[in-house]
């Protein structure tokens, strides 16, 4: 029977057959030869030059084989190195990828019989992290290369530094916080007089200028003024002991305004006072506790609620996932200049107020009241004593 005609139908589909993979059993490796069927590769083996390459292994079959394990080891990491890098991926993608070229060294010519052996081979030499799932057996690749190492090992101790440069400046800053308090606390409190008139006919007049001093007897406030200080003068000068209880029972009865003064005066000194706690709704804070990982560790967040005062639920900006911390953990936020702020401890605590500037050597901040009675007036506030508003 002759051959085929070169664009019959038997000769392309021989063609088209011989150009895609064929079945692994049906293939040699030491002639590299693919057959398509079982009669063609029993035809193969008996051929000559099959016996040749039969005769010429057998001298050193290891060499062989090893010469065939180390081909298809190498190329088969170098697929996964170039391909999935450092991905964790099933090991049966891989090698379908790999024979999908036809010049690739088969399986049936390694130390491996099967893709399982060869998975946990890689994982026990480590070149790769393998691990069984009911899926089947997932490969990860593992970057030796020196460069990338030093890489690693340069990005690590970048950001190892750049923690203990925010340790130490953490640490300092408390430090000097520590000393601020304690110079605070050994001030002496001032203490207060009461202005108190001798009878209540007296009048008390002001000599403001020179000219009021030199004017002739037609200008009353003048004479009222010496009179004043004169009945001053000789008051200091008697300094009867039991003048303090006399004066005590000669007092009038407070007048309404008078009253509200003195409670204005005492809600003032009572704020003045600093409390242990000081979180608000409304203000951004910084976590700074490591228990939550590095996902939260110094990121910005806002007070949505504030519970028994030294709690807080909070939002965090970039994820938005919400937290219950203590006030401990959150630190407060010292925004750019112009930007509005809540004092939260001393005499103008809850007052919103514009950061106009900051003292680095004192750590304090220069503020303009935005709201009260003191509105536009300008104060000296601690870091830890005002946020950034949200």
Sequence with gaps: MGKADFLSPKAIANRIKSKGLQKLRWYCQMCQKQCRDENGFKCHCMSESHQRQLLLAS?????????????????????????????????????????????????????????????????????????????????????????????????????????????RSAKFIEEQVRRGRDSKETEETPVFTELIRESEEEKVAFNLGASSSVAGPSKPSSSLGASALKAAASATKRKEPSSGSDFRSEKKKKSALEEIKEMEEKRKMKQSVKTDYWLQPNIVVKVVTKRLGEKYHKKKAVVMEVRDRYGAVVKMVDSGDKLKLDQNHVETVIPAPGKRVMILNGPHRDTEAVLEGIDEKHFSASLTLDSGQQRGKRVDIAYEDFSKLA
């Excluded at 062989?64 to 090991?91: A, Q």
């Excluded at 399982?116 to 990860?140: A, I, M, S």
């Design 59 to 167: 001298e050193d079959p290891n060499k062989f084989m090893d010469y065939f394990s180390d081909e298809f080891k190498n190329e088969f990491l170098e697929l996964l190195r170039r391909r999935f890098g450092t991905k964790r991926v099933h090991n049966n993608i891989v090698y379908n990828e790999y024979i999908s070229d036809r010049e690739h060294i088969h399986m049936n010519s390694t130390q491996w019989e099967t893709l399982t052996d060869f998975t946990k081979w890689l994982g026990r030499e480590g070149f790769c992290k393998v691990d069984e799932t009911p899926k089947g057996w997932y490969v990860q690749y593992i970057d030796r290369d020196p460069e990338t190492i030093r890489l690693q090992e340069e990005q690590a101790r970048r950001k190892k530094q750049e923690l203990d440069d925010e340790e």
